[in-house]
């Protein structure tokens, strides 16, 4: 009986492998961008650029990484922050739901220390920031400003209190969910799931947790949450609020990305969107053949486990701790397709459509640099940001408004949050006696 299994989990194994170990998605890219001309780099370089979303502390916190070195197949190390003009960089700090459960703000923050280590370590190039006006203070003195922002409410466990001590030690923005449904707001990630307790949108202490992050200062980002969770926190929010990673919906249909009313109403709040670089949410046709690909590994996967039901799992034979059942499913979660890299084009044109319908005010970068496994083509690192500044320019977008874009949009909204906080504490304040 051992002997049929291995060689029935063997062939499995092969017909796995055939279908679907893939690779890394394509780096055949034949599209490599605009050149850089004299004209766009004298505007990219007068220009305050921001990004809002990195995901970089990933690498500080788990591969000790330094950025003074060469990020290797990362998008992001001090070099080409130097080379993309990069003024500040809110850094995401993600917890992965599954992977630290009971644990969430202790991962979150091991992810802070890691923020400020680096700034510690590389104080000549890297200061950390808490205000618009930091941020500028530290682009006149040629260094990044770094903030951070919290990508997924989960990780403040439920207690407002931690969302005060988030604050406190520098999260500016926090993101009401990730692709989870979290006890108190609804994702864009498993709408349909039925395996999960939803909320209609925000529950009342969800609302409770906007209006403490209206006092406290802490933009409402809402890239990751179901529409009906936008909408509550749009209508509840006094502060504008800020999509820090999504694209639209109508160039890319995927639910992360925002919808022309969507846009519209953002807007007319004075908020803004900053487009995300992913293949996925800039492309429809990489989209829909990802998800073709995701189908067909599903299918591998429940193949793969019905063929593998025993009473006893046996051993993988290269591994003798680990069980086939487990080694052959580890090949399945951890292919990647190579589905070719979308044109510079499907990019460009996200900033485009979103400057259309919402006004050239309500856009900017949300790279998610390091935290994606495909850019466009053209598009390898944080180095690159200039050409976006070259194809809007080659688009008929004037200097003023490519500022904006760069990073103007997201200081204003961030100077707004502020601006609210101080009216809402002083509103508090008891009177001076």
């Known amino acids: 009986m051992t002997i049929s299994y291995l060689l029935a989990g063997a062939l499995s194994l092969s017909i796995c492998a055939a279908a679907f170990a893939q690779g890394t998605p394509s780096t055949n890219a034949t599209d490599t961008g605009p050149q850089v001309s004299a004209a766009a780099r004298k505007i990219h370089e007068s220009a305050l650029v921001v990004d809002t979303h990195a995901d970089t502390p990933g690498r500080f916190t788990d591969e000790n990484f330094d950025p003074a070195n060469d990020a290797g197949k990362g998008h992001w190390d001090f070099a080409k922050v130097k080379a993309g003009n990069l003024g500040a960089q809110f ?217 593998q039901q025993t009473p006893q799992p046996q051993p993988n034979p290269a591994n003798p701790q680990q069980p086939q059942f487990d080694y052959a499913m580890g090949i399945l979660e951890n292919q990647t397709p190579n589905i070719p890299r979308p044109p510079f084009k499907s990019l460009i044109d996200h900033f485009d459509h979103i400057a259309k319908v919402a006004g050239v005010d309500h856009v900017g970068i949300g790279s998610d640099f390091d935290g994606v496994d495909c850019l466009p083509q053209g598009i390898d690192s944080v180095a690159d940001l200039p050409k976006i500044t070259q194809a809007l320019l080659d688009r008929g977008y004037k200097a003023e408004d490519l500022r904006k874009i760069l990073g103007g949009n997201a200081l204003r909204v961030f100077r707004e949050a502020e601006r609210v906080s101080h009216e809402m504490q002083s509103a508090a304040a008891p009177a001076v006696k």
């Open 91 to 307: 850094f995401s700090l993600w917890v992965d739901p599954r992977k630290y459960q009971g644990k969430y703000a202790i991962r979150a923050l091991d992810m802070i220390d890691s923020v400020y280590e680096t700034a510690r370590q590389h104080p000549d190039r890297m200061t950390m920031a808490y205000t618009a006006a930091d941020i500028e203070r530290a682009h006149q003195n040629k260094k990044l400003a770094a903030l951070m922002g919290l990508e997924g409410g989960h990780a403040i466990e439920n207690d407002i209190r931690l969302l005060r001590d988030f604050y406190r030690l520098g999260v500016r923005y926090m993101t009401l969910t990730w692709a989870n449904t979290n006890e108190w707001a609804d994702s864009s990630g498993d709408t349909h799931s039925t395996t999960v307790q939803h909320h209609n949108g925000l529950s009342d202490f969800g609302k409770q947790i906007v209006q403490e992050m209206n006092r406290l200062g802490m933009i409402v980002d809402i890239s990751h949450v179901s529409d009906k969770t936008f909408f509550d926190a749009l209508e509840l929010s006094k502060a504008p609020i800020m999509a820090s990673h999504s694209s639209a919906r109508t160039l890319t249909n995927h639910p992360r990305n925002m919808s022309d009313d969507m846009l519209k109403a953002i807007a007319a709040k004075g908020g803004v969107v900053q487009v995300n670089f992913n293949c996925g949410f800039i492309d429809e046709a990489y989209r829909l053949a990802y998800e073709d690909w995701d189908a067909k590994r599903q299918a591998a996967r429940e193949a793969q486990q019905k063929q």
